[in-house]
């Protein structure tokens, strides 16, 4: 099992800027996938942006140009560089990864509320 665990969520007004982590824990091994989803309310929840064991990158269209995804493999930890923040970012951020160890399985963080605001 995996465990994920997100941090540095909170209230920032537009134009601010957060950087969410989340702490990867037990068996972390053949983990090639790392992410960040978020669901405001009443919608689905969406790809903010991917990065895999390779270093490729994937973001969601809303957040090109403003979010940055980086991993630290030394510290098991995974970072969301959240810049020019807008209302619409507000929603709950959740930290997933996926692990190959000769089937797929998928794990999610709990999850860390965002709030831009004025």
């Known amino acids: 099992q995996v465990q994920l665990v997100e941090s540095g969520g909170g209230l920032v007004q537009p134009g601010g800027s957060l950087r969410l982590s989340c702490a990867a824990s037990?068996?972390?091994?053949?983990?090639?996938?790392m992410g960040w989803y978020r669901q405001a309310p009443g919608k689905e929840r969406d790809l903010v942006a991917l990065?895999?064991?390779?270093?490729?990158?994937k973001y969601g269209d809303s957040v090109k140009g403003r979010f940055t995804i980086s991993r630290l493999y030394a510290k098991n930890t995974l970072y969301l560089q959240m810049n020019s923040l807008k209302p619409e970012d507000t929603a709950v951020y959740f930290c997933?990864?996926?692990?190959?160890?000769?089937?797929?399985?998928?794990?999610w963080g709990q999850g860390t509320l965002v709030t831009v605001s004025s």
């Open positions: 037990g068996s972390i091994s053949g983990i090639n996938t």
């Open positions: 997933y990864a996926q692990q190959f160890q000769g089937s797929i399985s998928e794990f």
């Open positions: 990065i895999t064991t390779g270093i490729s990158t």
